[in-house]
């Protein structure tokens, strides 16, 4: 990142694709004061977390009240009013870790699954930025300060899975009208729209 460099710190950089990619093999040499796991879909093991001299750090781009996967769409579902985006310390958890900072910003209610996730990316974009910031400028003595000021921040539910998405987008075809609307404001996009599944067949919402 472009940024963190500017800021002086040396940078390796591996990106992820899609959820099914895995990490490269010879990232097991690597050491440093800090890995920063911002949009990634690689889960780091504990050998790698454990050669971060100082810290491991997450950007997760949900409130400590939807950790896992498929955030975005169990807050529409829920008909949550309050979103938000988490900087946490990684351990070998899901989402379970120290939390350094959560910032919270309402949903609205003509949000969807594409608008709250924009709001959602650019908000995380703010946290990332202020805090490798904080770091560059006071270190360790920043990331304290932090972890301490959030210290009555804990996260809570369940940490969700992607096939629990994938199930919730198969609409019964005996569903109410209200729980319709629920599952298509929670899950709709043009990629990936709801389905029924009726005899054989499959049916795809098109709005």
Not at 29 to 38: A, M, N, Q, R
Not at 100 to 114: A, M, S, T
Not at 154 to 169: H, P, Y
């Given at each position: 990142?472009?940024?963190?460099?500017?800021?002086?710190?040396?940078?390796?950089?591996?990106?992820?694709?899609?959820?099914?990619?895995?990490?490269?093999?010879?990232?097991?040499?690597?050491?440093?004061?800090?890995?920063?796991?911002f949009?990634?879909?690689?889960?780091?093991?504990?050998s790698?977390?454990?050669?971060?001299?100082?810290?491991?750090?997450?950007?997760?781009?949900?409130?400590?009240?939807?950790?896992?996967s498929?955030?975005?769409?169990?807050?529409?579902?829920?008909n949550?009013?309050?979103?938000?985006?988490t900087?946490?310390?990684?351990?070998?958890?899901?989402?379970?870790?120290?939390?350094?900072e959560?910032?919270?910003?309402?949903?609205?209610?003509?949000?969807?699954?594409?608008?709250?996730?924009?709001?959602?990316?650019?908000?995380?974009?703010?946290?990332?930025?202020?805090?490798?910031?904080?770091?560059a400028?006071?270190?360790?003595?920043y990331?304290?300060?932090?972890?301490?000021?959030?210290?009555?921040?804990?996260?809570?539910?369940?940490a969700?899975?992607?096939?629990?998405?994938?199930n919730?987008?198969?609409?019964?075809?005996?569903?109410s009208?209200?729980?319709?609307?629920?599952?298509?404001?929670?899950?709709?996009?043009?990629?990936?729209?709801?389905?029924?599944?009726l005899?054989?067949?499959?049916?795809?919402?098109?709005?």
């Amino acid at each position: 990142m472009e940024h963190l460099k500017h800021l002086g710190f040396e940078v390796q950089t591996v990106l992820s694709k899609n959820r099914n990619e895995k990490l490269p093999e010879d990232i097991g040499w690597w050491s440093g004061d800090y890995i920063i796991c911002f949009r990634s879909y690689f889960i780091i093991p504990n050998s790698l977390l454990a050669r971060a001299k100082i810290a491991a750090i997450n950007f997760h781009p949900a409130p400590t009240e939807f950790p896992g996967s498929g955030c975005i769409n169990w807050a529409l579902y829920d008909n949550a009013d309050i979103y938000g985006v988490t900087a946490h310390i990684m351990n070998e958890k899901i989402d379970n870790g120290t939390i350094i900072e959560c910032r919270r910003f309402p949903i609205l209610k003509q949000d969807n699954v594409n608008t709250l996730l924009a709001r959602a990316h650019s908000k995380t974009y703010e946290l990332i930025i202020d805090i490798t910031t904080g770091l560059a400028l006071n270190g360790e003595a920043y990331l304290n300060e932090k972890i301490t000021n959030s210290k009555n921040e804990k996260w809570t539910g369940l940490a969700r899975k992607m096939f629990e998405i994938d199930n919730l987008q198969i609409v019964s075809p005996n569903c109410s009208k209200t729980e319709l609307e629920r599952v298509i404001r929670a899950t709709y996009t043009p990629d990936f729209p709801p389905e029924i599944h009726l005899h054989g067949y499959k049916f795809v919402l098109k709005l």
